[in-house]
Every structure is written in structure tokens, then in C-alpha cells.
């Protein structure tokens, strides 16, 4: 990704559109860079647990290069606005939670309300673009204690990515991961097949 786009820039074309939950992944993501101390050449000791698959997550990827194909990138699926981030440089890592109220604002409501409605008339598509505008400015220029609380925490146990072997299973033919393959008395299989295999559909190879 180019060096010279601002943070901004980089989670809005990596997630496609601009939106609050997006603005507020960047909001995050900006301080654990300053919290951490992280240098843009230190990206490859930064890693991430995010609690949302949501717009917010897509600012923690494009801003901190964290990745699944990376293995820095780590998905609870809590459904929650958290995210910690950790610097293995330094041994430090922060969890940033989204306060509860972080977007209770008319213009945030109303902006929703707008952008939930399936048809709107050209004054109100006016209004919308400027409700955006405006939710923009609103969590670009928040303080962060009204958008987040947080916390420094012990470094997560995760080791450093590794590849695995792949292996055959003995059902479908496909390749899977050794970590990821079952030893049942039919032989390896992979989870898919392991899971038809116990129920009704298993199909012999
Ligand atoms: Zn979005
Ligand atoms: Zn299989």
C-alpha cells in the first residue's frame, strides 16, 4: 500500500466506503500506534486481536498491517468493540474498548436513520451526505476518552505465525493443514468431512 496515504486514507480504500464504525477502528488504531510507540518500519512486531468482524476491524488491518494471511490478526468472535493491540518490540500491548455511548449523538441518529431508510427524495440524499460529513468531523475531533476507555494488558501468549503441513485427507482428496486434520479409524480427514462423517452425509471416498 502506498507509504505517503495518511491512516485515514489507507482504511477508507481499504474498506471501501467511509461510515462511523470505520472512522472509529481508525480513531483506535491511530492511538495504539502512538500508545505502543510503533514506527511505520516496525510493522511486522504488531499484532492484533480484534472482537468485531465489523467496519471498525477493517481500520485495525489497513492501518496496523495486521492480516490473516499475515498470521498477525487474531478474530474473537465476541461481537464486541474491543481490540488489543500489541508491539512485540517493545513487549507492550493496549486494549481499547469503544465506549458504550462513544456515538450517542443526534447527528450519529440521524444519520442512521437516514442511511436505514430504503428510498430517500434528493433533499433528504442532501442531508445524508451532510449528516456524514458531519458524524466524520464529530469522531475525527472527539477526544478519545469520550470515544474509548483503556487499559495497558500482559502481552498475549500468541506465538509468531508458522506454516504447517499440508496433508491428504482420506475422504475428499483436498489438502488441509496437519494442525487442522482429524485421525479417525477411517484415516485423516479434513474437518468438513470429519464433521459429515459423524452425522449422515459422509460420502466414502
Ligand atoms: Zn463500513
Ligand atoms: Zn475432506
Given at each position: 500500500m502506498?507509504?505517503?496515504?495518511?491512516?485515514?486514507?489507507?482504511?477508507?480504500?481499504?474498506?471501501?466506503?467511509?461510515?462511523?464504525?470505520?472512522l472509529l477502528g481508525v480513531r483506535a488504531a491511530e492511538m495504539a500506534l502512538d500508545y505502543l510507540q510503533i514506527d511505520s518500519d516496525q510493522y511486522d512486531e504488531v499484532g492484533a486481536i480484534v472482537e468485531n468482524d465489523t467496519c471498525g476491524a477493517d481500520a485495525i488491518q489497513a492501518i496496523l498491517g495486521c492480516t490473516f494471511g499475515k498470521g498477525n490478526l487474531y478474530?474473537?468472535?465476541?461481537?464486541?468493540?474491543?481490540?488489543?493491540?500489541?508491539?512485540?518490540?517493545?513487549?507492550?500491548?493496549?486494549?481499547?474498548?469503544q465506549n458504550f455511548d462513544a456515538l450517542e449523538h443526534p447527528v450519529v441518529e440521524r444519520y442512521r436513520e437516514l442511511k436505514g431508510r430504503d428510498f430517500l427524495d434528493p433533499q433528504e440524499e442532501m442531508e445524508l451526505e451532510d449528516a456524514l460529513a458531519q458524524v466524520f468531523e464529530l469522531i475525527m475531533s472527539q477526544p478519545l476518552e469520550q470515544l474509548f476507555h483503556w487499559r495497558e494488558v500482559e502481552m498475549p501468549q500468541i506465538g509468531k505465525a508458522r506454516t504447517t503441513k499440508n496433508v491428504q485427507c482420506r475422504n475428499c482428496g483436498e489438502g488441509v493443514m496437519q494442525t487442522h486434520a482429524v485421525l479417525t479409524e477411517e484415516g485423516l480427514l479434513c474437518p468438513e468431512c470429519h464433521l459429515n462423517w459423524r452425522g449422515e452425509n459422509y460420502v466414502r471416498g
Open positions: 502506498c507509504k505517503d496515504m495518511s491512516p485515514l486514507e489507507k482504511a477508507i480504500q481499504f474498506h471501501g466506503h467511509i461510515c462511523p464504525g470505520l478474530f474473537k468472535d465476541y461481537g464486541k468493540m474491543v481490540y488489543t493491540v500489541f508491539n512485540r518490540q517493545n513487549g507492550r500491548a493496549i486494549r481499547i474498548a
